[in-house]
């Protein structure tokens, strides 16, 4: 099987043959972010594809949140641009979690851990359970939004 990573490069070169604009430049822009995330530390390293998504879900973050701030300055073609990069790169994120399923993920960890009667001090020990359920598949804020008000 094909890694992330090998596929991302495949679908970059399909795209410039197609002269896709926005997905070549997105895809380029996605290569670059893996390859610096690779090159960070002491030393080289090759991604594993949980690494890759990690850096996949960064990017679309970052997209999301630059889309928002040119909507609020007025320049909603500079914010469709973000818009159309993040649908991009949504394209290779694990499918994501609903409302619901997010609720349901943290109204089960709070009893895991017993943590029902405690209040925001058990924020830590209930995001600590939740996380690894959530990963890449969930907004940190909305998950971390979710447990406080199941804590409080």
Do not use: C, H, W
């Not at 997209?63 to 993040?86: H, I, M, P, V």
């Not at 994120?93 to 009893?111: G, K, N, R």
């Not at 830590?124 to 359970?129: E, I, R």
């Amino acid at each position: 099987m094909a890694t992330l990573k090998d596929q991302l490069r495949a679908d970059l070169t399909t795209a410039i043959k197609a002269r896709d604009a926005v997905r070549s430049s997105t895809l380029r822009m996605v290569l670059t972010a893996v390859t610096n995330a690779e090159v960070a530390g002491k030393e080289a390293r090759e991604l594993s594809d949980e690494d890759v998504v990690g850096v996949l879900t960064s990017e679309a973050k970052k997209r999301r949140e630059a889309a928002t701030a040119f909507d609020d300055g007025g320049r909603a073609e500079s914010a469709a641009k973000e818009r159309a990069e993040a649908e991009v790169i949504a394209v290779y994120l694990p499918e994501q979690l609903s409302a619901e399923e997010v609720a349901d993920i943290v109204t089960a960890a709070v009893a895991q851990v017993g943590a029902a009667g405690e209040g925001m001090r058990a924020m830590g020990k209930v995001m600590g359970v939740v996380q690894p359920q959530v990963k890449g598949r969930a907004d940190g804020g909305a998950v971390a939004a979710e447990v406080r008000r199941q804590l409080a």
